[in-house]
């Protein structure tokens, strides 16, 4: 699958994870979004965001836990827990939150 | 904190080691390795990483695996704490055998002589090569 998003094509693996990760961009998290019946919030970018800053620093989308913990150290413990962020992402925050941000799926997560 | 969407993996904890004693790019060893130890996190388990021979050079400073086409995952051991994975073990012997010291690994390490390796894996309830 591919999405066109300002002249780029932007092509992703059967799951929908993008499959160059520097030809993302925030248009096309909405697009992604928009499929999904969800509107991107200030709430949702604080986490894709979030996101995108863990894999620059360490090389890999972290696991669901870790992501929950972190997101308590840096938004506080009403943030930081699963039934905020699932509720932010239904299908899952590593797995819909990740593929938004454009990284890979997490290690470990099926 | 709500439970509601966290596994219950209660049972025994069993001591585990991941040895790695191969260079980190040319073969898949290396970070076949770091996906197995980050899966493990998920079981909590009491993990250890040893780095043995040439397996200390997956934790040195300033690789550029871009030029074999590879991805530099050094950074990536850098996640393992807030993975609750913090027993880092490097022998002496072959950090020093390659002029290296802790002040060239990309994370805190402990530094441990090889009759010290040897008691560590002895304690292990699975040791597991890489």
Same mark, same amino acid.
């Given at each position: ?6 002249g ?5 693996d059967?799951?929908g ?37 863990? =894999?620059?620093e360490?090389?890999? !989308?972290?696991?669901?836990?870790? $992501?929950? #913990?972190?997101? %308590? ?7 930081g ?9 239904? =299908?899952?925050p590593?797995?819909? !939150?990740?593929?938004?941000a454009? $990284?890979? #799926?997490?290690? %470990?997560?099926? | 904190m ?27 060893y ?33 690789q ?26 490097v ?8 002029g ?6 990309v994370?805190p390490v402990?530094?441990v ?18």
């Amino acid at each position: 699958m591919a999405y066109e998003v300002n002249g780029i094509t932007v092509e992703t693996d059967e799951e929908g994870y993008i499959e160059d990760l520097s030809k993302w961009s925030k248009e096309v998290a909405e697009i992604m979004a928009k499929e999904d019946d969800c509107e991107l919030t200030e709430e949702h970018w604080e986490i894709i965001n979030f996101l995108r800053e863990y =894999y620059e620093e360490f090389q890999i !989308a972290p696991a669901v836990r870790v $992501l929950t #913990k972190q997101i %308590g150290k840096r938004l506080g413990p009403e943030k930081g827990n699963s039934k905020y962020l699932y509720e932010l992402f239904p =299908y899952g925050p590593a797995k819909q !939150a990740c593929r938004y941000a454009g $990284l890979p #799926k997490p290690t %470990g997560c099926v | 904190m709500s439970d509601e969407f966290e596994d219950d993996f209660s049972g025994e904890i069993k001591r585990f080691m991941f040895v790695n004693r191969k260079a980190p790019h040319g073969t898949i060893y290396a970070l076949e390795s770091l996906e197995v130890v980050l899966i493990s996190a998920a079981f909590d388990q009491d993990v250890s990483l040893a780095f043995l021979d040439d397996g200390v050079f997956q934790l040195r400073k300033g690789q550029n695996a871009n030029v074999l086409e590879m991805k530099n995952f050094a950074p990536t051991y850098r996640a393992l704490e807030g993975y609750d994975i913090e027993k880092l073990y490097v022998e002496r012997e072959s950090l020093e055998a390659r002029g290296m010291t802790a002040d060239d690994l990309v994370v805190p390490v402990e530094v441990v002589d090889r009759a010290r390796m040897a008691e560590l894996m002895a304690d292990q309830d699975v040791v597991m090569s890489f």
